[in-house]
């Protein structure tokens, strides 16, 4: 079993939808990353929580530190926002990594 | 130039070969890191360096030799490696050490034949 499991693997909507994506961890952390990765590689850092609530546009995070689960939502959907996701356990300098969501938004 | 920079972009080499991956930073961050994604499995981190001093190494083969001559630059060195290497090649920096955001490079997109 991987430290951080990721679920679903892979999720298609329509535009518009409402997306949620959610990530369970088993190790401690200091602080829980959602990253996003476009394909051909890029990847760009969503949020980083330690607790609570973080919202950044259409996109919410959410992190229950005593459940070790994290969500991230995707409000009113579009194309461009399809990419993988992918959540990160934070122990100081150590990451672990949940193997992705790879999200297909379709018009 | 803006962010964080990897040269090259695209790799292909032979399992005598040595090259080196470069990073390069431009945000006056103090830590820098390799990770490593192959097809199909999570991203693995390899190395921390945190003001130019490595804090991490996750059991990493010696065929990748990392070097950090300052907190703007991050090679990685490669020899003798094997077509199971073949990964992308990820660069992030982050102003401190310890869980502050990171900021990704592009990735080396690197072949061993």
């Known amino acids: 079993k991987n430290e951080v499991e990721q679920s679903p693997q892979n999720l298609t909507a329509q535009e518009g939808e409402f997306i949620t994506i959610n990530c369970s961890y088993s190790?401690?952390?200091?602080?829980l990353h959602w990253l996003q990765q476009h394909p051909g590689g890029g990847i760009v850092s969503l949020f980083m929580?330690?607790?609570g609530k973080k919202k950044h546009g259409r996109l919410i995070a959410t992190i229950n530190i005593q459940e070790k689960h994290s969500s991230l939502h995707i409000t009113a959907s579009h194309p461009r926002d399809s990419a993988v996701y992918i959540c990160?356990?934070?122990?100081?300098?150590?990451?672990?990594f949940g193997a992705g969501t790879r999200l297909t938004v379709k018009p | 130039e803006t962010g964080v920079t990897q040269t090259p972009r695209h790799l292909v080499m032979g399992m005598t070969n040595k090259k080196s991956l470069k990073c390069e930073q431009h945000?006056?961050?103090?830590?820098m890191y390799w990770y490593k994604q192959s097809a199909k499995k999570p991203l693995e981190l390899m190395f921390v360096?945190?003001?130019?001093?490595?804090?991490e190494n996750n059991s990493v083969p010696s065929r990748f030799s990392p070097e950090c001559p300052n907190s703007s630059h991050l090679f990685l060195h490669l020899h003798t490696l094997q077509p199971e290497d073949s990964a992308l090649y990820l660069c992030?920096?982050?102003?401190?050490?310890?869980?502050?955001?990171?900021?990704f490079g592009p990735g080396t997109r690197l072949t061993v034949l």
């Open positions: 992030a920096s982050s102003q401190g050490g310890g869980g502050d955001t990171q900021y």
């Open positions: 360096y945190s003001l130019e001093e490595r804090v």
């Open positions: 929580l330690s607790s």
């Open positions: 190790v401690g952390i200091s602080a």
């Open positions: 990160a356990a934070n122990n100081n300098n150590d990451m672990r």
């Open positions: 945000l006056g961050h103090n830590a």
